[in-house]
Structure formats: C-alpha cells, structure tokens
C-alpha cells in the first residue's frame, strides 16, 4: 500500500547537457496553466537583477497546484506527493533555458516530468533523463502557444 508523503526538493538551474529526443506534447489543461506561470515569472526572464524560479505541479487526477516559488535566487522549492506526474517551473534569464542537471536528477528520482518554461522557450526532462525541447514559447493575445 502506498503511503501518502511529501518531498521538499531543492530545484537548481545550473546548466545541463542531454540530448534531444523526440516530440512530448502537453495537455490543453496544462497549456492553459502555462500563461498565469509566464506571467508571473516575466519580470525575471528580462531583469538581470530578479532571478526568482515560479512552479506549479500536476497531479495524477488532472488537478494543479497554486503557483508558488520560494524566492531563492535560482532556485525553487516543490513538495511533491505519491501522485505528483509533472512539475512545471521558470529558469530566469540569466540561466540556460534547458533543464539542469538538478532539474535532470529530480525528474529521475521522482519518476515525473519536470518542464522548465523560459522567456521563448518549453523543454522537458523525462523520467528515464532524456531531456527534449517541447516547442518554442510565444505569448498571443495573453495565452501561451508552443510551437
């Protein structure tokens, strides 16, 4: 029987170095989720001086998180649970819009997927450490497309 738990993990941005494999496609609901994250991370991915991480997580009956972050420069704490499948957070400007190693690592250990959002850009790491880039980021009339 599994046992409800949390865990605090500690998100770092530094920059990672996997290879690109192919096409992971987000839900319409998780889309939709997406605009409030950029927005509420926008401030970071063009000032150098606010380098804050903005999260949420998705859990296995299709509900979401509040977005949230720590305020920790270049870094974010998520709690996740047994029935957590996706954590979505920012990387701020001045940090590479692939997911880091840490990012790589969490998404290993936790068996989710962990998206890092950037000013122009989705990327993914799977839960076997393929890191992929989900599309190209544009915001259109306050609603975030992929491309």
């Given amino acids: ?3 409800l738990f949390a865990v605090l993990l ?8 996997e290879q690109v494999a192919g096409a992971t496609q987000i839900s319409p ?3 939709a989720h997406l605009a409030p994250l950029y927005h509420a991370a926008a ?3 063009v000032a150098t001086d606010f380098q804050t991480e903005y999260s949420f997580t998705e859990q296995a009956d299709g509900s979401f998180s509040k977005i949230s972050s720590s305020n920790e420069h270049w870094h974010n704490r998520v709690t ?3 029935n957590t499948v996706a954590i979505f957070h920012t990387h701020p400007k001045d940090c590479s819009p692939r997911p880091s190693q840490d990012d790589i690592d969490v998404a290993k250990k936790n068996h989710v997927l962990n998206y890092v959002l950037s000013i122009y850009a989705l990327w993914v ?4 450490g393929t890191v992929e ?3 190209n980021v544009e915001i259109k009339h306050g609603k975030v ?3």
């Fill in 145 to 147: 497309v992929i491309e």
């Fill in 125 to 128: 790491a799977e839960p076997d």
């Fill in 43 to 45: 401030v970071s991915f």
């Fill in 10 to 17: 500690l998100l770092g941005t530094a920059c990672a170095q």
């Fill in 133 to 135: 880039k989900v599309g």
């Fill in 80 to 82: 996740l649970y047994n």
């Fill in 1 to 3: 029987m599994k046992h």
């Fill in 29 to 31: 609901d998780e889309l």
